[in-house]
């Protein structure tokens, strides 16, 4: 017998996660106008430092803002959209996406089909090219590192139909069930940017929640967050710090001890060649000076991770791959780094092939 019983998702509201992106968020906006089933619309502004909020108090009277007192990121900014809307079922919306029509109403209808899943999510394209997929959700690596489907692919030769049971979280316009993701904990609001989706759908993967992604309801996705982003090459300094932190916060907080220490040796290679690209990017510093954070907050990590813990239905064996490795097209251009990705995404499955069955 299914525990979860039939649900129909009447209303919608829609949560729109904002910091300095007056560029982008009147097209945003004005693809939530006339979602089906979207009753309500909420900007949570993260203290931004542009026209952001006066571009919606004029254009978009029946918005309602949020102004958040300082920009804790979007993680706090999500939790917060999330406790203030008035409807379980939340449309979690960056500032950069662009909804095609009836995006939430097959979202909707994808959840009410599976009431065993919290979290239904499109698939994105890119903006500037939107034959070509961008995110498409996807599976946990156990190196801390999220393994995309479809990353790039074009969308004519994406795998994938209908609705698509997956294991990743990418927040650009999920349809979430608030009451669900604030009892696995939310947002966690320390990651600032960057992994917090990942750690955000293991804890839920964890906690025995089902995650889906749904192929036919598309999102167009712009140019990101300035200074953190690399979508248009380069490696940001402030993103290999939070890439160095966040990593370890995540693993050490939702990783069986038995996981870490098997899994031990593929990522130290993995980490040997990220301190490697660090070098030759010039963010050497950054880079371990997110590890030292991570460290720095032992404490703290030590008591979500019992909570975590002592919640958990699932093994990490049966959530964790080896790979594929996700690496952006602009830091794999060259010949050489595709031969060196292809050699260390080789090594990091061949070794979880091998111990995955001793990993807790």
């Given at each position: 017998m299914n525990p979860n019983p039939p649900q129909r998702i009447e209303a919608i509201s829609a949560v729109v996660c904002n910091y300095d992106g007056e560029r982008y968020l009147e097209e945003c906006l004005r693809s939530l106008v006339g979602q089906e089933r979207v009753d309500e619309v909420i900007v949570v502004d993260n203290a931004s430092t542009d026209g952001s909020v006066a571009l919606v108090?004029?254009?978009?009277?029946?918005?309602?803002v949020l102004e958040m007192e300082?920009?804790?990121?979007?993680?706090?900014?999500?939790?917060?959209?999330?406790?203030?809307?008035?409807?379980?079922?939340?449309?979690?919306?960056?500032?950069?996406a662009v909804l095609t029509p009836s995006v939430a109403a097959r979202l909707a209808a994808a959840l009410?089909?599976?009431?065993?899943?919290?979290?239904?999510?499109?698939?994105?394209?890119?903006?500037d090219d939107p034959g070509r997929v961008h995110y498409d959700a996807g599976r946990f690596h156990y190196c801390g590192l999220l393994s995309l489907r479809n990353f790039y692919r074009?969308?004519?030769?994406?795998?994938?139909?209908?609705?698509?049971?997956?294991?990743?979280?990418?927040?650009?316009?999920p349809l979430v069930d608030?009451?669900?993701?604030?009892?696995?904990?939310?947002?966690?609001?320390?990651f600032f940017y960057l992994a917090e989706d990942f750690d955000l759908a293991l804890r839920l993967r964890l906690d025995g929640h089902r995650l889906l992604a749904v192929e036919d309801a598309l999102v167009l996705h712009r140019g990101g967050t300035a200074g953190l982003s690399f979508r248009g090459g380069g490696y940001p300094e402030r993103r290999a710090y939070l890439h160095a932190r966040n990593r370890w916060m995540l693993m050490l907080k939702g990783y069986r001890l038995r996981t870490l220490l098997f899994?031990?040796?593929?990522?130290?290679?993995?980490?040997?060649?990220?301190t490697l690209f660090s070098l030759a990017q010039g963010h050497l510093?950054?880079?371990?000076?997110?590890?030292?954070?991570?460290?720095?907050?032992?404490?703290?990590l030590m008591r979500k991770r019992r909570e975590i813990q002592a919640r958990r239905r699932v093994a990490d064996r049966d959530l964790f791959v080896g790979g594929p490795l996700t690496i952006s097209p602009s830091l794999v251009a060259s010949a050489?780094?595709?031969?060196?990705?292809?050699?260390?995404?080789?090594?990091?499955?061949a070794w979880w092939a091998l111990v995955r069955p001793l990993a807790g």
């Open positions: 108090r004029e254009r978009f009277p029946d918005v309602t300082r920009n804790d990121g979007p993680g706090s900014a999500r939790n917060a959209g999330m406790r203030a809307a008035r409807n379980r079922w939340v449309l979690a919306v960056d500032n950069d009410e089909a599976r009431p065993d899943a919290v979290v239904a999510q499109p698939r994105s394209v890119l903006y074009p969308l004519a030769e994406a795998e994938g139909e209908g609705t698509v049971e997956v294991d990743a979280l990418i927040g650009i316009a608030r009451d669900a993701l604030l009892a696995s904990g939310g947002y966690d609001e320390d899994a031990a040796p593929g990522i130290l290679v993995y980490e040997t060649v990220f510093k950054a880079q371990l000076s997110g590890k030292a954070a991570a460290l720095g907050c032992w404490r703290e050489p780094a595709r031969l060196a990705i292809g050699v260390l995404d080789g090594i990091l499955r």
